[in-house]
């Protein structure tokens, strides 16, 4: 029941999120619309953008998130950060708030959590973990498993422990070509009519490059 309560609760105060039993929303979350939480997924201090599901039991916290995101189950981002240089690596001695019951310090010592930032068109596969402070560009691919402890580029699909490049998904003058065209930008009506376009990349590029110049 009280599962079912905050499931209606969350439909009034996150009228674009729909959220499966189990999901949980915490801490300032600004979205978009369309945004999916599948079973026992959780978000806290997330921006996310329109068209993005995050898996089950996934955690993802303090980081930005574009649109026609990816994220599958058990995937964890934004986990915060355990200091290595000083006498001891549990929280009590350098943060302020946290996991912990005994509080040591009245202002932190450290940075404890570094924002993620996400960019569209981006597939996180599961149990993957993505760690503070990177940057994961427009159209990424990220390996299930993967630990991405360094900034992806666009179009990458990295992978491994931890994550390193194994490819692009297209040549570097059609990732550019994309780039320009920013195709989760367009209104959603658009997206529609036109997604029939988006099973070729060239012809794609071809028809709206010229539609969309870039700047």
């Excluded at 569209?120 to 427009?138: E, K, L, P, T």
Aim: hydrophobic share 40%; proline share 6%.
């Amino acid at each position: 029941m009280k599962s079912v309560l905050r499931r209606i609760w969350y439909g009034f105060r996150y009228p674009g999120i729909k959220t499966w039993p189990g999901a949980t929303i915490g801490g300032n979350v600004q979205y978009g619309s369309h945004v999916v939480l599948c079973h026992h997924a959780a978000i806290h201090g997330v921006e996310i953008g329109s068209h993005a599901y995050i898996g089950t039991h996934s955690h993802v916290q303090y980081a930005a998130i574009g649109s026609f995101v990816s994220i599958g189950p058990d995937v964890r981002i934004g986990l915060g950060k355990h200091p290595v240089h000083m006498v001891s690596t549990y929280p009590s001695f350098y943060a302020s708030i946290g996991s912990t019951v005994v509080r040591l310090v009245d202002e932190p010592k450290v940075q404890e959590y570094a924002r993620v930032t996400i960019g569209s068109d981006v597939w996180i596969g599961a149990r993957s973990m993505i760690m503070d402070g990177v940057d994961v560009g427009h159209g990424a691919v990220v390996a299930a498993g993967a630990v991405v402890t360094k900034n992806v580029a666009p179009y990458a699909i990295v992978g491994g422990v931890p994550a390193r490049v194994l490819r692009y998904r297209f040549p570097s003058d059609v990732i550019s070509k994309l780039l320009e065209i920013e195709w989760w930008n367009w209104p959603y009506q658009l997206i529609r009519e036109r997604a029939k376009d988006f099973a070729d990349v060239a012809y794609f590029i071809e028809k709206h490059r010229k539609t969309f110049p870039s700047p």
